[in-house]
């Protein structure tokens, strides 16, 4: 018993900190995208943050999902949660999130990518709360019943 209540918080707390990277990393690049829209940055600082959040993204992603995979069959949100990862992996392999050069200025091209990281922004908001709850009643679960080597 004890190493599942040591498991489930160490899990709890990874995840926490992996969907805090995930919400992080989706402002840096509507934060990227606003000040492109706004011009307070050239195009070359614009490729520069957005290709840095979205590798910190991709990075999250993938502790996100080895977090969640031991819970895949038995936790609503992890069969969510790895299906938003098989759809960013697969777009990024694909070159979705690529921008050209010559078209970085079009509204259409950076309000795909804009729609694109507000849905993943949605989707983080949401989870990081429920993260934070499961990470929190995982640490409770210590304080109030104690990990006792005799469990």
């Known amino acids: 018993m004890v190493f599942f209540t040591v498991f489930a918080t160490i899990d709890s707390l990874t995840l926490l900190f992996a ?14 995208i606003a000040d492109l829209e706004h011009d307070l940055i050239n ?24 977090s ?8 609503w949100l992890a069969p969510i949660q790895a299906a938003w990862v098989a759809i960013k992996c697969l777009r990024a392999l694909m070159g979705g ?21 507000m849905a993943g922004f949605f989707l983080y908001l949401i989870s990081i709360f429920i993260y934070f709850a499961r990470a929190m009643a995982a640490i409770m679960d210590i304080h109030v019943h104690g990990i006792s ?3």
Request: without cysteine; hydrophobic residues 45%.
């Open 19 to 32: 969907m805090t990277g995930l919400v992080g990393s989706s402002m840096w690049s509507l934060k990227a």
């Open 43 to 66: 195009s070359v600082e614009f490729f520069s943050r957005f290709k840095q959040a979205h590798t910190a993204e991709l990075g999250f992603l993938i502790l996100n999902l080895v």
């Open 68 to 75: 969640v995979l031991p819970f895949l069959l038995n936790w």
């Open 97 to 117: 999130h690529v921008i050209d050069e010559k078209d970085v200025f079009k509204p259409e091209v950076y309000n795909k990518q804009r729609r694109w990281q």
């Open 149 to 151: 080597p005799y469990d």
